[in-house]
C-alpha cells in the first residue's frame, strides 16, 4: 500500500465510520478496488486508523468527556463495551476472514438499508433525550446491539443507534450515546489489534506494531492514516448529526441498497 492509497482508505473511514453505512465495508470496497485487499498490513491499517476518528469524538465532545459532574458516562460506556469485547474476542478469526470478501459485505449494506427504511417508523416516542438519562441497564443493552456489527458490512453506528432507539433514546441522544460508545469500543480493538493479534498467515503473523516497523514506510502510512481520518471524521459527525435532525435514517438506507447493489454487482463481475 502507498501513501495515496492509504490516504483514500483514510478519507473513507472518516467519512463514514459515524454514519449507518459501515465503514469497515466502505474501506473493503476501497482496498478491492486497489487490489490489496488480501494484504496483512492493509487488513490491521483498516481496522487500526479507526483510532483516528476515535479522537475526533474526544475533541468534539470534550465537554462531556472531561466534565468531572458526569463520571457515571465512564461507567455506563464500561459496561455497554463489554458485550463487544468478550464476543469480539471470540470470533476475531470469522470476521477476520470475511475482511477480504467484498459480496456478502454489499449483501449486509443492502439488508442493513431495507431496515433503515423503516427504523423512524418503529420507534417514534423517545424517552430519553440525553446520555444522562441513559441508564446502566439500556447502556448494557445498547451494547448488545452494537454486537450485531461484528458482521462487516452492518455499522456500528446503525446497530447502536437503533439499539439506543429501541431503548427509548430519541434520534440525536442515540447517535450521540454512539459516538461516545466508539471510543471503548474501538480503542479496544485498536490495542488488540496493534499489541495482541497477529496479522498473517497463522503461526507466522506479526502483530501490527511489529509490521509497521517491519518496513522504512509503513509506520509514517499508518501515522498519515490517522491523522486523515481524524480530521475528516470532525466534519463527518456534525454533518451527520445534521441530516438525521432534518430528515432521519430513510436517505442512509436508500444509500446502503443502491451501494449495495452497485457494489454486490461489480465484484460479481
Not at 16 to 28: C, D, G, Y
Amino acid at each position: 500500500m502507498n501513501f495515496f492509497e492509504a490516504i483514500v482508505i483514510a478519507i473513507v473511514e472518516g467519512l463514514t465510520e459515524f454514519l449507518p453505512v459501515s465503514s469497515t465495508a466502505h474501506m473493503i470496497f476501497t482496498s478491492s478496488f486497489f487490489g490489496i485487499q488480501e494484504d496483512a498490513f492493509v487488513k490491521m491499517f483498516m481496522v487500526s486508523i479507526q483510532l483516528g476518528s476515535i479522537l475526533s469524538v474526544v475533541v468534539m465532545y470534550w465537554r462531556k468527556f472531561f466534565d468531572k459532574n458526569n463520571l457515571g458516562l465512564y461507567v455506563k460506556l464500561a459496561c455497554a463495551v463489554l458485550p463487544a469485547l468478550i464476543l469480539g474476542k471470540l470470533f476475531d478469526d470469522k470476521i477476520e476472514a470475511i475482511l477480504g470478501s467484498p459480496r456478502p459485505i454489499a449483501v449486509m449494506l443492502i439488508i442493513g438499508g431495507v431496515v433503515l427504511l423503516f427504523v423512524d417508523k418503529w420507534f417514534t416516542k423517545p424517552v430519553v433525550f440525553s446520555e444522562k438519562e441513559v441508564t446502566i441497564r439500556k447502556a448494557v443493552a445498547i451494547g448488545f446491539w452494537q454486537c450485531l456489527a461484528m458482521m462487516p458490512g452492518t455499522s456500528r453506528s446503525a446497530a447502536s443507534i437503533i439499539g439506543g432507539m429501541q431503548q427509548g433514546l430519541s434520534r440525536q441522544a442515540a447517535a450521540e450515546f454512539s459516538f461516545f460508545l466508539a471510543v471503548p469500543t474501538m480503542l479496544a480493538v485498536t490495542t488488540y489489534s496493534l499489541f495482541v493479534k497477529e496479522w498473517g498467515t497463522e503461526g507466522q503473523g506479526l502483530t501490527g506494531i511489529e509490521m509497521m516497523m517491519a518496513t522504512p514506510q509503513n509506520l509514517p502510512i499508518f501515522l498519515v492514516g490517522i491523522v486523515v481520518a481524524f480530521l475528516v471524521a470532525l466534519v463527518a459527525m456534525k454533518f451527520f448529526i445534521g441530516i438525521i435532525k432534518k430528515y432521519g435514517f430513510k436517505p442512509w438506507g436508500w444509500y446502503r441498497i443502491i451501494a449495495g447493489v452497485i457494489l454486490f454487482t461489480y465484484f460479481s463481475l
